[in-house]
């Protein structure tokens, strides 16, 4: 063939392209398994740490079933499902939130720690740009909080992208989100919010907004008083 013919130069690039594709497709298939293996330690490693457990990701696994003691998916009722359609933790909350909630499983994980129980609650919203989420630990008198932690896709760097830092995450601790703790009714639920300008020093329900980030602050408060607030029957009935 004339390799300076235009149906060589077709050829070879075809035949190029199919040889990559499938290098990238055997590659992709290849480390999938691991990529999964990574997302569960990481998702291990941040419910541990609201509750003070800061380990490695690659020895979250080994060490988890040692602080959480039970997970299950609640209805909006409040009641446990007895019939889930998978393990609480397998749960992708991205998926759903963008049900109705009525139809929305809502995951529940409870640790136990030096003879402690703390109630684990995840979180799912977003941002100003992309999907953000977390975890909170609530004490058990269901109402002050003792560990945050949240991340994000794509919020702005040195903005919007401090909700994962210490120092945001950390002003949670302490905080409450009901007005008069064992109330759980409506009325009484203000949850935890962001206040731009800074919170005051005795407020209970309120953590200082990111500088410059304000957008991402009051979307994280969104994403806490929306879910927090479906965790609220199940407190009351156990």
């Given at each position: 063939?004339n390799?300076?013919?235009?149906?060589?130069t077709?050829?070879?690039?075809?035949?190029?392209?199919?040889?990559?594709?499938?290098l990238?497709?055997?590659?992709a298939t290849?480390?999938?398994?691991?990529?999964?293996?990574?997302?569960r330690?990481e998702?291990m490693?941040?419910?541990l740490?609201t509750?003070?457990i800061?380990?490695?990701?690659?020895e979250?696994?080994?060490v988890?079933n040692d602080?959480?003691k039970k997970?299950f998916a609640?209805k909006s009722?409040?009641?446990?499902?007895k019939?889930?359609?998978e393990k609480?933790?397998?749960?992708n909350?991205?998926?759903?939130?963008?049900?109705e909630?009525?139809?929305?499983?809502?995951?529940?994980?409870?640790a136990?720690?030096?003879?402690?129980?703390?109630?684990?609650v995840p979180?799912q919203?977003?941002?100003l740009?992309?999907a953000i989420?977390g975890y909170l630990?609530?004490d058990?008198?269901?109402?002050t909080?003792?560990?945050?932690v949240?991340?994000h896709?794509?919020e702005?760097?040195?903005?919007?992208?401090?909700?994962?830092e210490?120092?945001?995450e950390?002003q949670?601790i302490?905080?409450?989100f009901?007005?008069?703790?064992?109330d759980?009714?409506?009325?009484?639920?203000?949850?935890?919010?962001?206040?731009?300008?800074?919170?005051k020093a005795?407020?209970l329900?309120?953590?200082?907004a990111i500088?410059?980030g304000?957008?991402?602050?009051?979307?994280l408060s969104?994403?806490?008083?929306?879910?927090?607030k479906h965790?609220?029957?199940y407190f009351?009935?156990n």
């Amino acid at each position: 063939m004339n390799t300076n013919s235009n149906a060589y130069t077709f050829i070879f690039a075809i035949i190029l392209v199919t040889v990559v594709a499938g290098l990238l497709a055997f590659t992709a298939t290849s480390l999938k398994p691991l990529q999964e293996e990574n997302i569960r330690n990481e998702k291990m490693q941040s419910i541990l740490s609201t509750i003070g457990i800061n380990i490695d990701r690659n020895e979250a696994g080994t060490v988890y079933n040692d602080y959480i003691k039970k997970e299950f998916a609640l209805k909006s009722d409040g009641t446990i499902d007895k019939n889930p359609i998978e393990k609480a933790f397998n749960i992708n909350l991205k998926n759903e939130i963008k049900k109705e909630p009525t139809k929305q499983r809502y995951p529940l994980y409870i640790a136990e720690l030096n003879g402690k129980t703390t109630y684990v609650v995840p979180l799912q919203g977003s941002g100003l740009w992309d999907a953000i989420w977390g975890y909170l630990a609530i004490d058990a008198d269901k109402n002050t909080i003792v560990g945050a932690v949240f991340d994000h896709a794509a919020e702005t760097p040195g903005l919007g992208a401090e909700i994962r830092e210490s120092w945001f995450e950390e002003q949670y601790i302490g905080k409450q989100f009901l007005k008069k703790t064992g109330d759980f009714s409506a009325d009484n639920y203000v949850s935890v919010r962001t206040v731009k300008g800074g919170s005051k020093a005795d407020d209970l329900h309120g953590v200082d907004a990111i500088s410059g980030g304000t957008i991402t602050s009051d979307k994280l408060s969104i994403m806490v008083e929306e879910r927090l607030k479906h965790y609220l029957p199940y407190f009351e009935n156990n």
